[in-house]
């Protein structure tokens, strides 16, 4: 069964940090793009990140470039996202997918995980 298991929310103040954590079992982790996507409160999906099976190849949203890093350890079937300088308007659920375009037409496609809510408040 593939499980893809988020961690590492939370609440943070603003200009602070966060690093989530998305655990893979039930598959060969290593041999697939994946994904970090959220959804703000009241808002639809958005697809934030991706990095490439070998870790090699990153993009990110705008919204985030230079902000957030992508990053994956296949020995450890592991993938993670660095946040720095939150701002309020990074608060969301935040999931990790399988494949590089998880979001089709707003909805879910693939593989994902339950999520993990981020909240960004002084």
């Known amino acids: 069964e593939v499980q893809l298991v988020e961690s590492g929310g939370g609440l943070v103040q603003p200009g602070g940090s966060l690093r989530l954590s998305c655990a893979a079992s039930g598959f060969t982790f290593k041999i697939y793009d994946m994904s970090w996507v959220r959804q703000a409160p009241g808002k639809g999906l958005e697809w934030l990140s991706y990095i490439s099976n070998g870790g090699l190849s990153t993009d990110y949203a705008d919204s985030v470039r230079g902000r957030f890093t992508v990053s994956r350890d296949n020995a450890k079937n592991t993938l993670y996202l660095q946040m720095t300088n939150l701002t309020t308007e990074d608060t969301g659920v935040y999931y990790c997918?399988?494949?590089?375009?998880?979001?089709?037409?707003?909805?879910?496609?693939?593989?994902w995980g339950q999520g993990t809510q981020v909240t960004v408040s002084a």
């Open positions: 997918a399988r494949n590089r375009s998880p979001v089709v037409a707003g909805k879910k496609v693939g593989a």
